[in-house]
């Protein structure tokens, strides 16, 4: 199983390796991170640098491509170079994926139109601007499209993926592999659980950073 | 905020990123990728690589340094380099901590000398051959010692320093920032949830792989 997990400058690094974690244990998997450029990028928080190791015309097909967030995604709802390559690999993926703001990717190559789709909770609703349904859920699958929400939603996202592959048993042997049994210090997750004071402080503090603004088109 | 988290050759990717997207996220963060030479590291599963920026030379201060774990601990063990290095920054952290089996490389330092700590749970009893104790928790603080429970739990751990660092409140707005709401498809994560036959194959798995064999010192 080929998987294929899109790198950019300013990626969120955990929406890339939360799947990535889970889903390079499947059974036969084989795990590429490609880019427009061989070579390194920069997270967002520019801390932290993730190697490209192939070109994107270098990867013509995959089992699942899995397409990140992060401020970085802004600049390529209109790069047609990334934007082609999704439309070129679609037809041959069995998933096409995205975590938090990588389904405003998806979308804006056309792949959701009309689809029920996630992203970041801040950010969901412009999936609608480019032709997606927005749904408030951790993880939404809708025929072979498959978006978590924001961040580390990536890592549910990428357990379900493993059990519709792998079955039941592998998933959960995975999942206990990465002991994945969160226990956060808060319920404060989602909108829906933190308090509004906190929910209206991080929502401002995205909406006036001119890095991550959306250009959405008009209808 | 200085964070310095420590790279190397067959580290496990989520055990860095995890902690490293939340405390990245912290007011004043600065986070240092650290190893024994600059350039690339591969992670564990070969797929990813990941930039080290600063030599452990280079690193002679931080707030907090973090120890992920993965394969490629165990060649650490017994790498007077390292561990010299974690001895040398250790008196001037406020948070010395790890995650997964990084926490045995704490311990090859002599730096968790009679200290509660945790590790994967499969590796987590050889705490004891390098003189700490082992605890069955997520997320264990002793002092100033914080260790993490296998692979995904440094995202917990890192929620947990960012709260006693920042507030609650802050640590709140980073984890709905990264919208951390965890819906596993599956209750499997730790091996007193999972079933008791995957248990046994994940942990034969694990014992039977060379790459990850520990060498204890004989008591």
Redesign the interface.
């Known amino acids: 199983m080929k998987i294929a997990i899109l790198l950019y400058e300013d990626v969120?690094?955990?929406d890339a390796?939360?799947p990535?974690?889970v889903l390079?244990?499947l059974p036969g998997a084989?795990?590429?991170?490609a880019g427009r450029e061989k070579g390194?990028v920069r997270t967002d928080?520019g801390?932290?640098?993730?190697?490209v190791?192939a070109t994107l015309a270098e990867v013509g097909e995959a089992d699942i491509v899995l397409v990140p967030g992060g401020a970085g995604t802004r600049p390529l709802l209109g790069d047609e170079e990334v934007l082609d390559w999704l439309r070129a690999i679609d037809p041959v993926t069995k998933w096409t994926t995205s975590v938090?703001t990588g389904s405003l990717i998806l979308a804006a190559a056309g792949l959701l139109e009309g689809r029920r789709a996630t992203s970041?909770?801040i950010w969901r609703e412009y999936l609608s601007a480019f032709g997606a349904e927005p749904v408030a859920e951790?993880?939404v699958v809708d025929g072979k499209y498959v978006s978590a929400?924001?961040?580390?939603?990536g890592?549910?996202m990428a357990?379900?993926l493993a059990?519709r592959e792998a079955g039941?048993?592998i998933?959960?042997?995975i999942?206990?592999?990465?002991?994945?049994?969160?226990?956060?210090?808060?319920d404060?997750?989602?909108?829906e659980?933190?308090?509004a004071?906190?929910?209206e402080?991080?929502r401002e503090r995205?909406q006036s950073d001119p890095a991550l603004q959306i250009e959405a088109p008009t209808p």
């Open positions: 969120t690094a955990l390796v939360g990535y974690e390079s244990r084989e795990v590429v991170f390194t928080t801390a932290l640098g993730l190697a190791d938090c970041h909770w951790r993880v929400a924001g961040v580390s939603s890592i549910d357990l379900e059990r039941d048993e998933a959960q042997a999942q206990l592999g990465i002991e994945y049994d969160p226990e956060p210090p808060f404060a997750g989602s909108p659980k933190a308090d004071a906190i929910v402080l991080v995205a």
